[in-house]
Each structure stands twice: as structure tokens, then as C-alpha cells.
């Protein structure tokens, strides 16, 4: 098993419990996530990645175990110090779960009237800054999300998630549901924003291409903990069976053999 | 020559001016937190270069600065961006690396903002609205009787072509939700209502010495109007609510579409149970109603008046007839349509997002209790031509 245990990591988790009445699904769970890495999290069906990923935002809370962003503890900290700290991450959701009665430029601007108290015309701006990079078209600013099609909403989520500049992104399986131009082109946006701003990335995913190309680290969730924590070449290694299926199987190969072929191109 | 800005107070940028050349000097944090101080500090010579004629130059030297995010580096590009469409010649310098990168993803999201429509004048505005209201409330009358004409077609369909394709586990668990649920509060709004005309009833009736007509005025009241049109109004608030918000819900979670192209027909499996449920069951709720005004009436006549159930009682078989009664009722079934038919093509209606939903609900509500005290006007005056 790889050492899951760093330095001086941005996210530390220590012995983390879930249980659902009597159904437990993380026990002693430890994991640790660098500073301005690119860390994927995957597992099969029904292993908990999503409520672990809510469980470090604070939207669950954990039977045990102990918590760590930014070196605070931040199951134990006063409220006042907590909404400090949840300004310094942004979330996108599964379906990015805009505010539906608000316009894609609105809802970028929710957590900067709410937090920074901006007004004026540089809200508009900001709004329109972050449309951008999150690729979305000038256009975007003034639809609600029910005129957004799936793709577009995931932008528009990101666009939210990065309004405040935030030092970690947590990303929900992003490219789920995207066509496979439009994945490689998030998953693209994601290593540049990345490399531009610097944050922290720590996502959910399915998709082996972004493991494959812009995942850093890969932690594999299963039997209620995290099993090994490792590049896309460690992964290769293991000869755990879950693991092994996962990575060699058909759609692991074809990945690998597209990443290794992108590769040769840009040498070349 | 040297100038500065009120934002050097707070370490963020230093303008001075070198040989014709205006130099700004940033340094501190140049982060989204501090947005609003940092436009402060870039108003004047630098967000309005005026003087930037001439190809005058400008250096902006990033190299004291401790943090700049997208936003920081929006603020530089767009300084820049200015100064350089007034005629000017800007250069940014002591950029880092990483500034480079973060400076080339903000100028790349740097596009003209599309042009927003013009806003028409008050009246224009007002003129146009009234009449868009005019002709939606026309559509949405038609939308109405052909969703009806739909739904009662699709009941002659279920009743005689394929008795087998009706759901019958649905429609009772329908009328077990809005039927014997509703019955409490029904009942108790009832005897509540008939204890409120006992007791206003008596002080009129007193000046003329009429006291014992409380028993006619409570019984006519409750049994032609308040009964049924109470557990009418009861029933749109809570039934035809939760129909709208129930199909709408399913409606935008696409549940209705997979029906379709399961071959179902979302009228026979969604609307038709909700219809002759409530078509069953809102005759029995008004019947409950009328026993529960009576009860009411009946007890505080005892209480206040002294009139004991006995002599009620047979005062109430003088006052009313059958035809009193049946009177109340008949209108019940044409309420329970009306009710189920508005509630379900609302939930129908649902597009978009979950706003709709709440949107849609209140409309129901709305608009099937309108519809029902506009049809019990329409029975007052038949029953009156024909004179019951």
C-alpha cells in the first residue's frame, strides 16, 4: 500500500467514520491532499466518494475522525472562523445546482455581494471575467439555467465555483454527462486554471481520461478507506483485483494509449 | 514630477512619472478580497487616460506585489487595455512567470459584452403587457377545455375500449389521500363554520324575538352553500396543490417524457385516477362537511340558546328537505373535476425549473378556487331559474 501520509498537506484526514444507521461506509479513513495538486478520487458504486467529498465541505458530518483545511481544524472551529474558511474553496456540483431564478452572471455574483459586499459595475465585470474563463460564450451572462444544456450548466457551476478565486476547488465528477470534446476541453480548462491561479484541485470522477491527463494523484476508495493513493503509472502497478479491472480494462487501455499518443505528438 | 494616489495609504499602487513616462507601481494584495479598494485606488489617471494621448507611455511594474488572483490580474489587463485604446503605449513589467500565464488567461477572456436589448417606455411597456395578459388568459382558458375534452375522452377510452389498462391500485390510494385524509381538517373547518353562523344567527334573530329560526338559517346555509363549497376550497388548497407539485416534479425529472416513450399515456396513468378519485370522494367529504356544520350549529344553539339537541333536531326535519341536501351535493362532483382537471394540467405546465414548480402550484390554487366559487354562481343562478 502507497503512504497516504504527507508533510504538510492542505486537506489532512484522519480516521474518518460514516455510517448511515447501520451501514458504514469510510472507517478509519486517513487521506491527505498536496497543496496545488490535482487529486482525483474514484471507487466503485456505493464506496462513498460523494459523501466524502460532503464530507469535507461540511455537509456531513463525520460519526468520527478529525478534519483538516488549511491546517485548522474545521470540524471544531467557531462558525464566524468556518465561513472564513469555506471562502477560501469553491464546489461544483454533480449538476451544478445554480440558483434557478437567478441568471448565470447573478449567480457568480452571489458569493461576492454576500462575502465581499462588492458593488458597482466591477460585479459585472467579475461576472463576465469568470464566464469567460470558464469557456462559456458573453451570451451566458443573462440566461437562467433551464436554458443552459447540461454542459453549459457545469460551466456555469464552475464559473460560481471560482468566483471568490478560491484556493481549493472541489469538483463533483465534472466531465460526467459531457460529450467527449467537451470533457477533454474541461478537463483542459481545469489544468490551465489550475497552472494560472494555482489552487488546489481535489475531484470525483469516472472518467479515465481525466485521470489520465491531468490528474496529479489518483486515491482509490474501497472496503471503507482509502486503498492507495498514487500517479496513473502506480495505479498500473497494483495487483489489487478491483484496481487492476479498473485500470486494464479496455476503457483504462484506450486512455492510457490516447494520453501516450498526445504525448508523442507534442514531443514531436 | 511625482504623483500619488489616495490608495498609497494602503500599500497597493504608486504612481510617479519619470521623462514622460507614468510609471505605477503595484504592490500588497491584488486579490478578488480587496477588489473593491483596488478600483478605488485605479480611479483617476489610470482608469481614464485622458492624457494617454500621443503615444504616451506607461509601465505598470508588478514586481511588489505579494498575490494577485483573476481578478487582481483582470484589474492590470484592463488598466492596460485603456490606456492602450486612449493612444497610449503601456507596458507591464517585473511579471512572473506565473503572472505571465495568469495575465494571458484574463486578456484571452477579455471580449466585447453583447449588447442588451433597449427597454421599451412606460406605456408602450404597459400597453404590451396588458394585452399579453389578455391573450394568455384566452390560450389558457382553451388550454383548459381541451385538456378536459382529453381527459374525459381518455375516460370513455379506459371505460369501454380497455377496461384493462385502468389503474385501479392508483386511483384508490389517490382518493385514500384525498379523501379520508382531508377528513379532519374538513370536519373541523365545518363545525367551526357552523358554530360561527349559530352564534352570529341568534344575535340578529333575537331583535325579532326568532331565535329557534338559528336551526333554519344553519341548516339552509350548511347544506346548500358553506358544506360543499368549504371542502371545496379545502381540497383545491391541498389536493390540487400537491397534484401540480406532484406531476410537476415529475414533469422536470422527465418522468412524464419516459412515459410517453414507454408507451404510456400520461393522461390515463396521471390524471384519470386523480380525477375519479376526487370525483368520489369529494361528494362524501361534502356530506361529512354538512354533518360537521350541523353538529356545530346544533351545539352551540344547546349552549347558548338552550335549545336541546332533541327539539333541534326536530326543527331540522321542518326546515329542510331532501332537496336542500341534494342541492349542496350535485355540485360536488363538477367541483372535483374542475379542481383535478386545473390542478393537473398546471403540473403538466411545468418547464424549466423548480421556480415553476412553486409558480405553477399557486396558479393551481388559485385558479381552481376561483373557478369553483365562479361555478357555484352559475348553480345559484340555474337553481334559482328553476326554482329549487
Known amino acids: ?268 | 514630477m511625482s504623483r500619488t494616489t489616495s490608495a498609497e495609504a494602503v500599500g497597493l499602487l504608486r504612481l510617479s512619472e519619470q521623462q514622460g513616462t507614468l510609471r505605477a507601481e503595484l504592490s500588497g494584495r491584488w486579490v478578488v478580497a480587496n477588489a473593491a479598494r483596488l478600483e478605488k485606488a485605479l480611479a483617476g489617471p489610470l482608469t481614464d487616460p485622458r492624457d494617454a494621448g500621443a503615444g504616451r507611455a506607461l509601465e505598470i511594474d508588478l514586481s511588489g506585489i505579494e498575490a494577485i488572483d483573476t481578478v487582481g490580474a483582470w484589474l492590470v489587463h484592463r488598466t492596460a487595455a485603456r490606456w492602450r485604446q486612449a493612444g497610449g503605449a503601456p507596458v507591464i513589467t517585473g511579471a512572473s512567470a506565473d503572472h505571465e500565464v495568469l495575465l494571458g488567461q484574463v486578456a484571452k477572456a477579455d471580449r466585447p459584452a453583447p449588447e442588451k436589448p433597449r427597454r421599451a417606455g412606460l406605456v408602450t411597456r404597459t400597453l404590451h403587457d396588458f394585452g399579453r395578459s389578455v391573450s394568455l388568459a384566452a390560450d389558457e382558458a382553451l388550454r383548459l377545455v381541451s385538456f378536459l375534452g382529453e381527459t374525459v375522452a381518455a375516460m370513455f377510452r379506459l371505460a369501454f375500449l380497455h377496461p384493462g389498462r385502468f389503474r385501479v391500485t392508483s386511483t384508490f390510494a389517490q382518493a385514500q389521500a384525498v379523501g379520508i385524509e382531508a377528513m379532519p381538517i374538513v370536519g373541523l373547518i365545518s363545525f367551526l363554520i357552523g358554530v360561527v353562523i349559530a352564534y352570529q344567527g341568534v344575535d340578529q334573530l333575537a331583535m325579532f324575538g326568532a331565535q329557534i329560526f338559528v336551526v333554519n338559517l344553519v341548516a339552509v346555509s350548511v347544506l346548500r352553500e358553506l358544506g360543499i363549497l368549504l371542502a371545496a376550497i379545502v381540497i383545491s388548497g391541498r389536493s390540487g396543490s400537491s397534484f401540480t407539485a406532484q406531476i410537476g416534479s415529475m414533469k422536470l425529472n422527465e418522468e412524464v417524457d419516459a412515459m410517453r416513450t414507454l408507451g404510456l399515456d400520461p393522461i390515463e396513468v396521471l390524471v384519470v385516477p386523480r380525477v375519479l378519485a376526487l370525483m368520489i370522494m369529494l361528494p362524501g367529504l361534502a356530506f361529512f362537511a354538512d354533518l360537521m356544520g350541523l353538529l356545530g350549529g346544533m351545539l352551540m344553539s344547546w349552549g347558548v340558546l338552550g335549545i336541546p339537541p332533541d327539539v333541534f333536531m326536530s326543527r331540522l326535519a321542518n326546515a329542510v328537505t331532501w332537496k336542500t341536501f341534494f342541492v349542496g351535493v350535485v355540485k360536488a362532483p363538477f367541483f372535483a373535476v374542475t379542481i383535478a382537471v386545473v390542478g393537473c394540467l398546471e403540473g403538466l405546465q411545468v418547464e424549466g425549473s423548480s421556480e415553476s414548480v412553486g409558480r405553477r402550484t399557486t396558479q393551481s390554487v388559485v385558479k381552481s378556487i376561483f373557478l369553483v366559487i365562479v361555478l357555484d354562481a352559475i348553480f345559484s343562478i340555474f337553481f334559482a331559474t328553476i326554482g329549487i
Not at chain 1, 460519526?63 to 477560501?88: N, W
Not at chain 1, 458573453?138 to 454542459?151: F, H, I, T, V
Not at chain 1, 457545469?154 to 460526467?176: N, Q, S, W
Not at chain 1, 488546489?200 to 471503507?224: M, N, P, Q, W, Y
Request: charged residues 25%; negative net charge; contains cysteine.
Open chain 1, 1 to 268: 500500500m502507497a503512504d497516504t501520509r504527507d508533510e504538510n498537506p492542505i486537506i489532512r484526514l484522519r480516521g474518518i467514520r460514516n455510517a448511515f444507521g447501520r451501514q458504514v461506509v469510510h472507517d478509519k479513513l486517513d487521506l491527505d491532499v498536496r497543496r496545488g495538486e490535482i487529486i482525483a478520487l474514484v471507487g466503485g458504486s456505493g464506496t462513498g466518494k460523494s459523501v466524502l467529498l460532503r464530507t469535507i465541505v461540511g455537509l456531513n458530518r463525520p460519526a468520527a475522525g478529525s478534519i483538516e483545511v488549511f491546517g485548522q481544524d474545521i470540524l471544531h472551529l467557531p462558525v464566524i472562523e468556518r465561513r472564513k474558511v469555506e471562502q477560501r474553496w469553491g464546489i461544483l456540483f454533480q449538476n451544478g445546482a445554480l440558483f434557478s431564478s437567478l441568471t448565470v452572471a447573478q449567480n457568480i455574483q452571489v458569493p461576492l455581494k454576500e462575502h465581499l459586499g462588492l458593488k458597482g459595475p466591477i460585479l459585472d465585470e467579475i461576472a463576465a471575467l469568470k464566464i469567460a474563463l470558464a469557456g462559456l460564450p458573453p451570451e451566458a451572462a443573462d440566461k437562467y439555467p433551464s436554458e443552459l444544456s447540461g454542459g453549459m450548466k457545469k460551466r456555469a457551476g464552475l464559473a460560481r465555483a471560482l468566483a471568490l478565486d478560491p484556493e481549493i476547488v472541489f469538483l463533483d465528477e465534472p466531465t460526467a454527462g459531457l460529450d467527449p470534446i467537451g470533457a477533454a476541453a474541461f478537463d483542459q480548462l481545469i489544468a490551465d486554471l489550475r497552472d494560472a491561479i494555482g489552487f488546489t484541485v481535489f475531484l470525483v470522477t469516472h472518467d479515465l481520461d481525466t485521470l489520465a491527463t491531468v490528474c496529479d494523484r489518483i486515491a482509490v476508495l474501497g472496503e471503507k478507506r482509502v486503498m492507495v493513493v498514487g500517479t496513473m503509472s502506480d495505479m498500473l502497478e497494483q495487483t489489487n483485483p478491483w484496481i487492476v479491472e479498473y485500470f486494464h480494462g479496455p476503457r483504462g487501455r484506450a486512455a492510457m494509449d490516447a494520453k501516450a499518443r498526445n504525448e508523442a505528438r507534442d514531443a514531436g
